[in-house]
């Protein structure tokens, strides 16, 4: 359960404040399905960082859980990311000199789980994305469909709660960018909060509900089904 | 996180970047190499110099004309009284546990046999010289066991001398000229090479006596005195100069014990190896700054990873450690392999000069492995702590 109240985010870029949010409001369930668009520059990527906890909002609260996220320490942030989020970027972040099978072992590592039960994991996770027979292949060897769901079974294999999406299928052919979709999707149903940030309508229409943002602020909410009320508007913002 | 982990991890992040890895390996090897070969050369010139002390005989005092010390008034020290053979034999009747006394004059003469001629050191002793400095003969006798001042007019030549004079006929019963005299060779040393500067090899030796006529000298070069015991050695010192300084109404000679001049030569030559230790340590110290470089251009290189390593929960300390072990494990392999290469170069370097005892203390081998990882992990330290400080956010962003 996600609560954000008066959520603002300012960076000091040379002398002039720039708002990046601007009084966010908003609660996601847990198991729902959230599409973030807007144009570059609307603050899709910050909100993201901000649910992820890599960043930290300027003004108002974050609550996760009943817990208050701007009053935790760097450790405890550090274990509400281990544990809680699981995260899938545009260019997948893959390390390159580690297979895929240690990628997605990754996380387990830094957490301490025994070699003997990453093991296992590590093959589920790579079963449910379909990937069991390219485990000891290196990012370099697999297709970009293949790599991002490398990404996923890494991002999924510590069981967090949610998942956030910055542009997933950015760089994919509509053909992996689908396979890819349809696993996020797999996972939502599975009780997985899944936020994702995307340009694409046809990422966004798969979400319960979408969020427009412009200039920082919720400038509609729509649900995933009406997405055409919105396409005038977001083709609008992003010629200006 | 279990060190085996970290280990592993650590580990796959140097071997990702073979050639980066290797070259700042390098840099550890070379110093810790240089480390143990430099002080090896330094404990080898220490060890060949006892060792050289050792071949000259041991419980020795060496009884040198001149006083050395800084006199107050300038002239008042005036010319020592020379040592002469009557001091050398006082000192036999005077003192009984004096074991042997070798008189002992030098210097050069043409030694001529037929047409052959060569310029050598003649060295004016006695029989006791041999007893008392070891020295070998490989054929016929040394000088006769006679009373110091009956000079016979018999020599015994070194094996180069013999060579080069005696062009491969045998020498001992032949006679050759010394100067203007005319000796019979009754022996021939064996080969022993150069000690404390005088090359046994190619030199005269004539009774003490014979050697004073030749040079028309009254004075002694030097006088040697064994003991039979070490215990009696400072005893026998003191006995020696007081006798001497009575005999010339004044103290004009000094007593030095071998032992002395041994301990002070292996006391400057530990130093010069200390010394040599330490330069070398400045090449460790440089190849930290390349292990420093090195895990930098690593880091910024990394930045994407550390940001997503952040992103999957891992903590400061943990980037931390990560980048920390990889410096301590580049350290650690290049002074392990620093001292492989270093043993291996000194064996190489004993094999070729097997007379230089070169061998790298162990306090050296120790030092420079304790410095090599010390020095890895404080430069590495300033690169860890910049990843691990990195924000996530910028980081992902490959910023």
């Known amino acids: 359960m996600i609560k954000l109240s008066e959520i603002s985010r300012t960076f000091q870029v040379g002398d002039e404040p720039v708002h990046a949010l601007v009084d966010i409001n908003e609660e996601i369930r847990q198991g729902e399905h959230v599409a973030i668009m807007g144009p570059s520059g609307s603050g899709k990527s910050t909100l993201l960082n901000i649910l992820g906890c890599l960043d930290k909002p300027s003004t108002g609260s974050y609550h996760l859980d009943d817990r208050e996220v701007a009053e935790l320490d760097e450790a405890a942030l550090t274990m509400v990311r281990r544990h809680q989020i699981g995260f899938v970027f545009q260019f997948f972040h893959l390390v390159h000199r580690l297979s895929a099978a240690e990628n997605v072992e990754l996380p387990m590592i830094f957490a301490g789980q025994p070699r003997a039960e990453r093991r296992g994991r590590v093959a589920k996770a790579l079963d449910a994305v379909g990937l069991s027979h390219r485990a000891d292949h290196l990012p370099d060897q697999l297709s970009g469909g293949e790599r991002q769901r490398v990404a996923l079974a890494r991002a999924t294999v510590m069981e967090p709660e949610i998942l956030l999406a910055d542009e997933p299928t950015g760089n994919l052919d509509s053909a992996s960018g689908r396979v890819v979709l349809d696993l996020l999707d797999r996972m939502n149903d599975e009780g997985l909060t899944l936020i994702v940030v995307t340009h694409d309508p046809k990422v966004a229409h798969r979400a319960d509900r979408i969020l427009v943002l412009v200039d920082g602020r919720i400038e509609r909410r729509v649900a995933g089904d009406q997405i055409s009320e919105i396409l005038a508007m977001l083709a609008d913002e992003d010629e200006t | 996180?279990?060190?085996?982990?970290?280990?592993?991890?650590?580990?796959?992040?140097?071997?990702?970047?073979?050639?980066?890895?290797?070259?700042?390996?390098?840099?550890?090897?070379?110093?810790?190499?240089?480390?143990?070969?430099?002080?090896?050369?330094?404990?080898?010139?220490?060890?060949?110099?006892?060792?050289?002390?050792?071949?000259?005989?041991?419980?020795?005092?060496?009884?040198?004309?001149?006083?050395?010390?800084?006199?107050?008034?300038?002239?008042?020290?005036?010319?020592?009284?020379?040592?002469?053979?009557?001091?050398?034999?006082?000192?036999?009747?005077?003192?009984?546990?004096?074991?042997?006394?070798?008189?002992?004059?030098?210097?050069?003469?043409?030694?001529?046999?037929?047409?052959?001629?060569?310029?050598?050191?003649?060295?004016?002793?006695?029989?006791?010289?041999?007893?008392?400095?070891?020295?070998?003969?490989?054929?016929?006798?040394?000088?006769?066991?006679?009373?110091?001042?009956?000079?016979?007019?018999?020599?015994?030549?070194?094996?180069?001398?013999?060579?080069?004079?005696?062009?491969?006929?045998?020498?001992?019963?032949?006679?050759?000229?010394?100067?203007?005299?005319?000796?019979?060779?009754?022996?021939?040393?064996?080969?022993?090479?150069?000690?404390?500067?005088?090359?046994?090899?190619?030199?005269?030796?004539?009774?003490?006596?014979?050697?004073?006529?030749?040079?028309?000298?009254?004075?002694?070069?030097?006088?040697?005195?064994?003991?039979?015991?070490?215990?009696?050695?400072?005893?026998?010192?003191?006995?020696?100069?007081?006798?001497?300084?009575?005999?010339?109404?004044?103290?004009?000679?000094?007593?030095?014990?071998?032992?002395?001049?041994?301990?002070?030569?292996?006391?400057?030559?530990?130093?010069?190896?200390?010394?040599?230790?330490?330069?070398?340590?400045?090449?460790?110290?440089?190849?930290?700054?390349?292990?420093?470089?090195?895990?930098?251009?690593?880091?910024?290189?990394?930045?994407?990873?550390?940001?997503?390593?952040?992103?999957?929960?891992?903590?400061?300390?943990?980037?931390?450690?990560?980048?920390?072990?990889?410096?301590?494990?580049?350290?650690?392999?290049?002074?392990?392999?620093?001292?492989?290469?270093?043993?291996?170069?000194?064996?190489?370097?004993?094999?070729?000069?097997?007379?230089?005892?070169?061998?790298?203390?162990?306090?050296?081998?120790a030092a420079a492995l304790a410095v090599a990882i010390a020095v890895g992990v404080t430069f590495g330290l300033l690169p860890a702590r910049r990843a691990s400080r990195l924000d996530p956010v910028v980081a992902l962003a490959g910023r």
């Open chain 2, 1 to 365: 996180m279990t060190l085996a982990d970290l280990l592993r991890f650590s580990l796959k992040g140097l071997t990702g970047h073979g050639l980066r890895t290797a070259l700042s390996l390098l840099g550890v090897v070379i110093g810790v190499a240089a480390v143990l070969i430099l002080t090896a050369l330094g404990e080898g010139a220490r060890r060949y110099v006892i060792d050289q002390f050792a071949s000259l005989g041991t419980n020795l005092l060496i009884v040198v004309p001149g006083k050395t010390e800084t006199t107050g008034t300038v002239g008042a020290g005036g010319v020592p009284n020379d040592l002469t053979l009557q001091d050398a034999e006082a000192l036999v009747r005077a003192i009984p546990e004096i074991q042997r006394v070798a008189p002992l004059t030098m210097g050069t003469e043409q030694v001529a046999f037929g047409e052959r001629r060569r310029q050598v050191a003649i060295l004016g002793t006695t029989y006791d010289y041999m007893l008392a400095r070891q020295i070998e003969v490989a054929r016929g006798s040394f000088l006769p066991d006679e009373e110091m001042h009956r000079g016979s007019p018999v020599a015994v030549v070194g094996p180069k001398l013999a060579r080069e004079v005696f062009a491969g006929e045998d020498p001992v019963g032949q006679i050759v000229r010394v100067g203007g005299w005319r000796m019979r060779v009754v022996g021939v040393l064996a080969w022993q090479g150069v000690k404390m500067g005088v090359d046994f090899d190619d030199l005269a030796m004539v009774p003490v006596s014979t050697a004073m006529q030749i040079f028309n000298r009254t004075s002694l070069f030097r006088i040697l005195i064994q003991s039979s015991s070490h215990a009696d050695i400072d005893m026998l010192r003191d006995k020696s100069r007081r006798l001497l300084t009575e005999r010339h109404g004044e103290e004009d000679i000094t007593v030095i014990s071998q032992d002395a001049l041994l301990t002070t030569f292996s006391g400057i030559l530990g130093a010069l190896t200390l010394a040599l230790g330490a330069i070398a340590a400045i090449s460790l110290t440089v190849a930290g700054i390349g292990i420093m470089n090195v895990m930098l251009v690593s880091v910024s290189e990394r930045t994407r990873e550390v940001g997503l390593l952040k992103a999957l929960g891992v903590g400061r300390r943990q980037i931390l450690s990560v980048f920390l072990t990889e410096a301590a494990l580049l350290s650690t392999f290049g002074g392990l392999i620093g001292l492989v290469v270093g043993w291996l170069a000194i064996g190489a370097l004993v094999r070729i000069y097997p007379a230089f005892p070169a061998a790298a203390p162990n306090w050296a081998v």
